[in-house]
């Protein structure tokens, strides 16, 4: 069958199967809309709880991020996956023995104030709306590619999926729909891992394929082998890191870890069990069905690299200078051309394709040499995983079945955030704060109203992103990293941490991450606002954008110990809260 038949009939049959379960598991009340209940097995929860994490940006952007970073691409790995044991070991039971629908609920009620409430619901859809403009960078990415539309109206697609089964079935639906959507991207990206591991070095299982022999008769191993083409064309080695400092990778690392355990709409999950121990139980099988794709990712990016190198370059060796000619182009070339995120410019005007560092000084008599005139091949970090498959020759529904994979991966996590910010909105400040006496109908036509709100403002700006999906993604951890994730700590491991010193930490901490994101990626991400040129030389005392949520957490703790110091102490009963709530049974 044809490939772009085959697509359509997966991908359709894909969402039929999202739309038939929100239809049938629709939300009736606000309990099943915003924590389905809390009747949701262990087991279904740690899917679902992966699938809500493994977002676009791990799925589409993470190994992309791997394949042109090479060793310095790990810090996402690293810091995402450290990020979820810190959740699951200092979060997850405590928040669920407290018992509260959402992260701002227990910031309210633990530092008994409606205005740590109030700063809590402003840090969220800070986050959130952040985090929502990476997923729905990949959901443009994936839709104009395996629709066939520009990437304008491949969002437009993207976003009228994912708002309508997010809206009908809430919490209830999505976790259900989460948990498909999980078995279809994990196949989707383990699948095509395993054809190019054994193609590549005969190995089943692409993570022992990573550190094994090619079985191209070279003898060489497969980080050896893709060293030596990547510093050939003037790369680093790919096995160092030289696209962040040691300061920047832990900072980097740190931000993400810390982040992770402060996501609004990952810690809601914990709340749609039964008990206190389902939290506990869903936390480490969500571990065991993320470390599947996380353990997969440094083989994919690697194996990616090595065989865009390979298609480009033709020779036996690159001083062979044998490049492959652009009317010979594969198919997959042509496909990625017409999404805008593959360019080929003709510099000079051999006909050729030139892939290589055009930006090494040491390297430009070689090239030279060879009568390269500059890197000639654009290539998109967010579309290496998507793209693999084709690159690596594989069978048309291997294919097809990375298009549902791909587009599953960014509906699921997107859907979450949704989510997040409608209850953060309808429930939190709405029912909350300012009309306490809505009805349960109401509240539920606010969250919706709020969904569609945040899905319109997440599809511009998803348009014009500030980075790639997953360093996009990065931002928002930082974000939470400075902001949710101290208050949540603070508030159950210090009970003397009292209302003053957390809102004054939360908001120390979120305004100066803001302030210093901005800064380099321009305000509200507007292009053309930044203030100073977001490189190394550029970033202040050479601190990332991506790593300073590390820095704004610091200054959230310090400026929180230190108002908490200087005001009254925590009332008795909210310390006697505390230590009931350590007790998570």
């Given at each position: 069958?044809e490939?772009?038949?085959?697509?359509?009939?997966?991908?359709?049959?894909?969402?039929?199967?999202?739309?038939?379960?929100?239809?049938?598991?629709?939300a009736?009340?606000?309990?099943?809309?915003?924590?389905?209940?809390?009747?949701?097995?262990?087991?279904a929860?740690?899917?679902?709880?992966?699938?809500?994490?493994?977002?676009?940006?791990?799925?589409?952007?993470?190994?992309g991020?791997?394949?042109?970073?090479?060793y310095g691409?790990?810090?996402?790995?690293?810091?995402?996956?450290?990020?979820?044991?810190?959740?699951?070991?200092?979060?997850?039971?405590?928040?669920?023995?407290?018992?509260?629908?959402?992260?701002?609920?227990?910031i309210?009620d633990?530092?008994?104030?409606?205005?740590?409430?109030?700063?809590?619901?402003?840090?969220?859809?800070?986050?959130?709306?952040?985090?929502?403009?990476?997923?729905?960078?990949?959901?443009?990415?994936?839709?104009s590619?395996?629709?066939?539309?520009?990437?304008?109206?491949?969002?437009?697609?993207?976003?009228?999926?994912?708002?309508?089964?997010?809206?009908?079935?809430?919490?209830?639906?999505i976790?259900?729909?989460?948990?498909?959507?999980?078995?279809?991207?994990?196949?989707?990206?383990?699948?095509?891992?395993?054809?190019?591991?054994?193609?590549?070095?005969?190995?089943?299982?692409?993570?022992?394929?990573?550190?094994?022999?090619?079985?191209?008769?070279?003898?060489?191993?497969?980080?050896?082998?893709l060293?030596?083409?990547?510093?050939?064309?003037g790369?680093?080695?790919?096995?160092?890191?030289?696209?962040?400092?040691?300061?920047?990778?832990?900072?980097?690392?740190?931000a993400?870890?810390?982040?992770?355990?402060?996501?609004?709409?990952?810690?809601?999950?914990?709340?749609?069990?039964?008990k206190?121990?389902?939290?506990?139980?869903?936390?480490?099988?969500?571990?065991?069905?993320?470390?599947?794709?996380?353990?997969?990712?440094?083989?994919?990016?690697?194996?990616?690299?090595y065989?865009?190198?390979?298609?480009?370059?033709?020779?036996?060796?690159?001083?062979?200078?044998?490049?492959?000619?652009?009317?010979?182009?594969?198919?997959?070339?042509?496909?990625?051309?017409?999404?805008?995120?593959?360019?080929?410019?003709?510099?000079?005007?051999?006909?050729?394709?030139?892939?290589?560092?055009?930006?090494?000084?040491?390297?430009?008599?070689t090239a030279?040499?060879?009568?390269?005139?500059?890197?000639?091949l654009?290539?998109n970090?967010?579309?290496?995983?998507?793209?693999?498959?084709?690159?690596?020759?594989?069978?048309?529904?291997?294919?097809?079945?990375?298009?549902?994979?791909?587009i599953?991966?960014?509906?699921?996590?997107?859907?979450?955030?949704?989510?997040?910010?409608?209850?953060?909105?309808?429930?939190?400040?709405l029912?909350?704060?300012?009309?306490?006496?809505?009805?349960?109908?109401?509240?539920?036509?606010?969250?919706?109203?709020?969904?569609?709100?945040?899905?319109?403002?997440?599809?511009?700006?998803?348009?014009?992103?500030?980075?790639?999906?997953?360093?996009?993604?990065?931002?928002?951890?930082?974000?939470?990293?400075?902001s949710?994730?101290?208050?949540?700590?603070?508030?159950?491991?210090?009970?003397?941490?009292?209302?003053?010193?957390?809102?004054?930490?939360?908001?120390?901490?979120?305004?100066?991450?803001?302030?210093?994101?901005?800064?380099?990626?321009?305000?509200?991400?507007?292009?053309?606002?930044?203030?100073?040129?977001?490189?190394?030389?550029?970033?202040?005392?050479?601190?990332?954008?991506?790593?300073?949520?590390t820095?704004?957490?610091?200054?959230?703790?310090?400026?929180?110990?230190?108002?908490?110091?200087?005001?009254p102490?925590?009332?008795?009963?909210?310390?006697?809260?505390?230590?009931?709530?350590?007790?998570?049974?």
């Amino acid at each position: 069958m044809e490939l772009q038949t085959l697509i359509w009939l997966v991908v359709g049959a894909s969402f039929a199967l999202y739309l038939g379960i929100a239809i049938w598991s629709r939300a009736g009340s606000t309990s099943e809309f915003y924590v389905a209940g809390k009747g949701i097995h262990p087991v279904a929860n740690g899917m679902a709880t992966a699938a809500d994490w493994m977002s676009a940006a791990s799925f589409i952007s993470m190994a992309g991020l791997i394949a042109f970073m090479g060793y310095g691409g790990s810090a996402y790995l690293m810091g995402w996956t450290g990020g979820y044991v810190l959740l699951a070991l200092l979060l997850a039971p405590y928040l669920r023995k407290f018992g509260k629908f959402t992260v701002p609920d227990f910031i309210g009620d633990r530092f008994y104030s409606q205005t740590a409430r109030v700063v809590a619901v402003v840090s969220l859809l800070v986050i959130s709306l952040t985090y929502i403009v990476g997923q729905m960078t990949g959901v443009a990415v994936a839709f104009s590619r395996f629709l066939e539309l520009d990437l304008f109206w491949g969002m437009v697609v993207g976003m009228a999926v994912v708002f309508s089964y997010t809206v009908l079935g809430g919490m209830k639906g999505i976790t259900y729909t989460q948990i498909a959507q999980y078995v279809v991207l994990i196949f989707a990206y383990t699948v095509p891992a395993i054809f190019i591991s054994l193609q590549l070095t005969g190995w089943f299982l692409p993570q022992i394929g990573l550190g094994a022999t090619l079985s191209d008769g070279s003898g060489m191993y497969m980080l050896q082998k893709l060293d030596q083409v990547v510093t050939e064309l003037g790369f680093a080695e790919y096995t160092t890191n030289a696209s962040f400092g040691t300061m920047n990778i832990f900072l980097l690392t740190m931000a993400l870890m810390i982040g992770t355990a402060g996501l609004p709409h990952v810690i809601v999950r914990f709340f749609t069990v039964p008990k206190v121990r389902d939290a506990r139980k869903s936390a480490g099988w969500a571990l065991v069905f993320i470390a599947i794709l996380y353990t997969t990712a440094p083989a994919v990016g690697a194996m990616a690299m090595y065989n865009l190198v390979k298609t480009v370059h033709t020779g036996d060796q690159i001083s062979d200078n044998q490049t492959l000619a652009y009317e010979d182009r594969p198919q997959w070339v042509k496909n990625w051309e017409n999404t805008g995120l593959l360019k080929f410019t003709d510099k000079n005007g051999d006909g050729n394709i030139q892939f290589y560092n055009d930006k090494n000084a040491s390297f430009l008599p070689t090239a030279e040499g060879y009568g390269w005139a500059g890197n000639e091949l654009t290539v998109n970090n967010d579309i290496m995983v998507l793209a693999n498959p084709e690159i690596a020759n594989l069978p048309n529904w291997v294919i097809a079945l990375v298009a549902a994979g791909g587009i599953a991966a960014a509906l699921s996590t997107a859907a979450g955030l949704l989510l997040v910010i409608s209850s953060s909105i309808s429930h939190d400040l709405l029912k909350g704060i300012i009309a306490k006496n809505i009805s349960d109908k109401n509240e539920l036509l606010a969250g919706r109203i709020a969904m569609t709100c945040a899905i319109l403002l997440a599809g511009y700006l998803g348009l014009n992103p500030p980075g790639f999906a997953a360093q996009t993604v990065a931002l928002a951890f930082g974000l939470a990293a400075s902001s949710l994730f101290p208050a949540l700590m603070m508030g159950i491991f210090y009970k003397k941490m009292n209302r003053q010193g957390a809102i004054a930490g939360m908001l120390a901490g979120l305004l100066t991450t803001v302030l210093y994101i901005f800064i380099y990626k321009g305000f509200f991400f507007i292009p053309g606002t930044a203030l100073l040129p977001d490189t190394v030389e550029g970033w202040l005392f050479g601190i990332s954008p991506q790593g300073f949520g590390t820095i704004g957490a610091i200054i959230n703790v310090s400026v929180a110990l230190i108002v908490a110091k200087m005001t009254p102490e925590t009332p008795k009963e909210i310390q006697e809260l505390v230590e009931s709530v350590r007790v998570p049974r």
